[in-house]
């Protein structure tokens, strides 16, 4: 079949070269041939040198997504098999595969669809129209070749309800993808036991991106007092708790997902020692303070204070007061564990913010540890967008 020829504007395809997955409108000079939205494009250079193929949406500024770099490569059933049998084989190497990303989007060579596994149930989200296209055979391969390996998967729930489906001029939707299921989804992770909401959970129902940095914590926090900001459905909390924390409290502004926390409290026995509190964490650590509350673990989670370049200043400012309250409830050589999981707060931005943070409150920090996002959400070097979750364990001394 023959396809729609891209060629670049001179100078342009820079990110491309440097063997990044993206093409923006601007970069384009002409088109030849005829072809609909979501279709496989061929892309050549400005002087007719063959760049490889991807799928186009004129309603995108990101023009093209690219799917090989090989111009005679066929974007078949053969080629999508071969792209999920290597992002399973390599999360086999990496993670703990019981519940796991599977398909990391650009990460994985398949742009614009993130699958996650919890325990036997896929969840998926696809925000592009050329892979939305594929995504029923993209499922279908991706059970076959799971079964292969003895997992067979009960059921598949589409989250496909982000708003930058409609930058895609796409419909936002959510449901059932074959036949329907319980869509609470028990897993277990690092030893905790968590109910999954899948259906109504914020974005594919849990954050399987800190799996790591969870059990990271867990040896700080034996015998310790242990506050988790953010906690969402308790996942931080529960890690101090099974570790023996001597008491946890979590904090979230959200009512549902306290009552999911206290339920995955309960399914591990720890309620008695694990409590959640529902307040909006920027109002609640002031009001610790004045009350002389000290821990000696406190844990900041916080959503992604920014999604574009234009709010980081904002953020910048919400990501420094919020680290300023959390060391100043750290017991003198207690110890701090924060996090960003905003793209455009990049690692230097993030590194200097909290470096403000200590000198304001007259601190002083010794890092324990670096840690990004899980394996399983791999981070090309030549996609930036994949590298978006920064997180740090200092121990927190007052200044001689």
């Keep these: 079949m023959s396809c729609a020829i891209v060629t670049l504007k001179k ?13 923006y409108d601007n970069e384009i000079d002409t088109i030849l041939g005829s072809f609909e939205n979501g279709d496989i494009v061929q892309v050549h250079d400005f002087d007719g040198y063959p760049m490889g193929k991807g799928f186009i949406n004129q309603n995108s500024k990101i023009r093209i997504r690219m799917m090989t770099r090989d111009e005679n490569q066929e974007i078949d059933e053969a080629f999508l098999k071969m ?20 398909v990391f989007g650009e990460a994985d060579f398949l742009p614009g669809i993130v699958i996650d596994k919890f325990s036997d149930v896929l969840v998926v989200e696809s925000l592009a129209l050329g892979i939305d296209r594929m995504k029923p ?11 292969e390996d003895g997992i067979h998967i009960r ?63 867990q040896r700080l926090c034996k015998d310790a007092e242990v506050l988790d900001c953010f906690t969402h459905t308790g996942s931080f909390a529960l890690n101090a708790g099974i570790a023996g924390a001597k008491h946890v409290t979590g904090v979230d502004a959200s009512e549902l997902g306290c009552e999911q926390a206290r339920e995955n ?16 964490v920027f109002e609640l650590l002031p009001k610790l303070e004045e009350e002389g509350k000290q ?10 204070f920014t999604k574009s370049r234009k709010t980081i200043k904002n953020a910048t400012k919400g990501y420094r007061e919020i680290n300023m ?11 701090l564990a924060t996090c960003s999981c905003s793209h455009f707060m990049d690692y230097e931005l993030f590194t200097k913010t909290i470096g403000q943070a200590a000198r304001n409150v007259h601190k002083r920090l010794r890092q324990v540890e670096f840690r990004t996002q899980s394996p399983d959400h791999p981070i090309l070097w030549a996609a930036d967008d994949s590298y978006y979750l920064k997180f740090y364990i200092f121990q927190v001394v007052d200044e001689m």
């Design 295 to 304: 821990y000696d673990v406190v844990i900041l989670d916080p959503p992604a």
């Design 155 to 217: 059921g598949v729930y589409e989250r496909s309800d982000a708003k930058v489906r409609t930058q895609e001029g796409m419909e936002r939707v959510k449901g059932f993808i074959g036949e329907e299921f319980d869509t609470k989804v028990e897993i277990v992770e690092n030893g905790v036991r968590y109910k999954v909401d899948v259906k109504d959970g914020q974005k594919t129902g849990f954050f399987l991106d800190q799996k790591y940095n969870r059990l990271a914590i």
């Design 83 to 102: 792209r999920l049998k290597n992002a399973w084989e390599y999360r086999k190497k990496t993670v703990d595969t019981s519940s796991c990303r599977v």
């Design 265 to 280: 409290a309960a399914l591990n026995g720890l309620e008695d020692k694990v409590d959640f509190v529902c307040a909006d």
């Design 11 to 23: 100078g342009e395809g820079r990110s491309l070269k440097a063997g990044g997955p993206w093409i």
């Design 137 to 147: 055979t993209l499922i279908r391969l991706l059970k076959e070749i799971l079964e």
């Design 325 to 335: 309250r959390g060391m100043k409830l750290v017991k003198p050589g207690g110890y």
